[in-house]
Structures are given as structure tokens and as C-alpha cells.
């Protein structure tokens, strides 16, 4: 591994009161889940932090439940376990679908939700999913926990509205109406990082979310108004082309990821109908 | 920290960070290991922790404290999976084959004949460059019916 690890440290959570502790007190320390993202990070040569924070003792981060109808999916919830789960295949069937296409089944079985969504990537699979089920993001600090709207949790580029004394410990989804769409676009079907990713929900206002087109997650307001105003779906693309801002990167061009996107939403519009 | 390891306890002194892939390399000197992307995209690392495959390049060894891993080592050398592996000469080059065999163990003992759609998605963590996979599928079916046999 590029970067030395020696000089580091690591504290392993036993509760989760002692776990925003150590946020609170040592600032600077960086949340450790599965590890997926974190170690690639060290394996490129880049230093996340000198202090790390075991989050995988707090069992309980790991459940999956419901509460007032609300899908209550713990931070540590892997993208295996959210396969498995009854509840999550019965609430959010494009969320099992976005799980089955993280990674290999080695990323799935380690991988898990808080980290797709802490470490705040564009091309986050979950991302998508979350935006249009209108999820909100369970934060717990030294003050108590807050309940942020999925949709506003994001400020920018790998930024998010999380403090860094602040535990991300679940997310919530609530009942959906309507059918869900996910669909993913990567080099490769199996084990390759996000081209474009989209998710949809064809509710008689439609909810669409994009990821890898913009430096967050973005729902898409103009091109849902278009669909749901009854405007003919060329003319919502047309929208869409307008709407998102994708750019030239290693993995695709902003041309690709504008017509893909198109052909996605086209492609969403007439398989849900 | 504790852990079994191949079927034994085991108590290890080391940094809690470090990679448990470096770990079993380096330390306990289990070198069917291997080392390939470090980035966990080619699954030539693959362990298995609790009975699930994962990449030992993106564990650090802290995790495993109280786990049963389980290397290649530990599935013997005599295993069918391991036999038909040369038989269908499923391996070539041999640096996947270790992570190949851990990420396929499950298929083999699952009572259903896998499908090549499940083959194919259990195999997708693990890269192989030389083999198209195809060679790697008849070594999967032909262990499983010997498995299942009788």
C-alpha cells in the first residue's frame, strides 16, 4: 500500500455515545465502515486522516427496520444485506438493484450504505435511488440527532451538510407510490465505476435523479415538470439536455453522458408506462 | 487480537491498520494470497470472512478480530473445486486462481447446479485474464456434481 499506515491510528467504536466522542474530541478523525473507499484512497497514496474511528462493533447501525412506514436502513447496512432483506426488496426494489450492481460480490459483502453516502462520490450507486424516494439522512452529534432531507444533504463536490463530529447512523425512506426504475452505465456490466446512473420514480409527479453527471447527485426539477405537464418526451430530453452540466473525466465525455442520460429517462419513460 | 484462521485460534501482534492481505502474506507467510490491483477491482486478494468472500487488500486486519478466515490454504489443495480447476484447466497464468477458488466455494456447495447467469455474477469481483472464464465455469459444474454426487 502507497501510504504508510504505521504513524496512524486506530480507535475501535464500543457505543455509538462514545463513538461521537471521539468525533467531538479528536476532529480530524475519519469513520471507518467497510473500508472500500477508504483504502483505496491509502492504496492511491493519499492520507484521509491520521486517525481512524471503527464504526463495524456498533452492531446496531447494522439493522434494517421499519417505523411509521418508513424504511429505517442503519449506516452499516451492506449492499449484501440489503439484497437480502424482505423489507428493503418489498419498499425499495431499485435499491436492491443498485446493490446488485456495486462492485463484485466481495465490494457488496464489505461495502455499505453510510459509507456510499458519507463518502459523498458523484458516481455514489445508492445516490439516485436515495434522491428520488425523498429519503432523509439520520446525523448523530454531540448535540443530539437531526434528520437532513436527502436532497439538501449535499453542498458540492465530495462536500456535504455532515459536521465532522457528526456520525451519519441511518437513512430513512419513506412509503413510495409508483414504479421505480434503477439503471446503471459503466464500462463493463459487472465491477466497473458509474458512466451515468439513473434512478426513477413514475409517481403522477415523476421524480428523476442522476449521478456521474454533476459534481453532486442531482434530482431533475425542470424535466420533472416537463414529463408531468403531459410535454412529449422528446421534448422533456430536450429539457434534460439543458438541465444537466456533465463533464469530460477518465471514465466518459459530457456528450456520452447527455445522450446516455437522454436515452436512460427515454428509456425509464416507456418501461414504466 | 484473536481470530481463527483455516480452522485454528490464532493470536496476532500487529498494527490494526495494516491490510490483512499483508498480514497473511507477510507475517503468518500464507502467500497463496495474492496481491494483484490493491484497489480491490480484480478479486485475486479474495478471503473468505465468515463464510463471504472479500477483498483481504481492503481489510485492515482490526476487522477480523473474533473472525474465522479462511485463506487458500485452508481449503486443502485436494478440494474438487481445486481438482477440476486443473482438470478443466480453469487456471493458467494462476494468480487469480486463488481468489477464484475462495469466491466459487459457495457455488460448488449450494445444493441447486449454478446457473451460468449465477457463475457469472458470483465471479464478477475476480479479473481473469487468461482463461475467458469459460474454463472457469466447467471447473465450477464439474466440481459441484462431484460434490453432489450420489
Redesign the interface.
Known sequence: MRTATRDFTLRRARTLAGAVSVLRDEPGTVPLAGCTDVYVALQFGQRPGKRYLDLTPLKALRRITTRDGWLVIGALATYTDLQRSRLVRAHVPMLVEAARLVGGLQIQNRGTVGGNLANASPAGDTLPVFAVAEAQVVLLGPEGERRVPFTSFYTGYRASVRRSDELLTAVEVPPIEGRQWFRKVGTRAAQAISKVVFAGVRASAPRLALGSVGPTVVRLPRTERSLASGEPIEAALDVLRGEISPIDDLRSSADYRREVSANLVREFWAGTA | MKLRLNGAARELDV?????LL?VLREDLLLTGTKEGC????C?AC?VL?DG????S????V??VEGCDVVTIEGVGGDHPLQRSMMAEVGAQCGICTPGVVL?ALALVDADRKPTLARM????????CRCTGYEAIHRAVLAAHAERHAK
Open positions: 498494527h490494526p491498520l495494516r491490510r499483508d490493491g484497489e480491490g477491482e478479486g479474495t470472512v463471504l468472500p472479500v477483498v487488500c481492503l481489510v485492515p482490526a476487522q469466491a457469472r455474477e458470483a465471479l464478477a469481483g475476480n479479473l
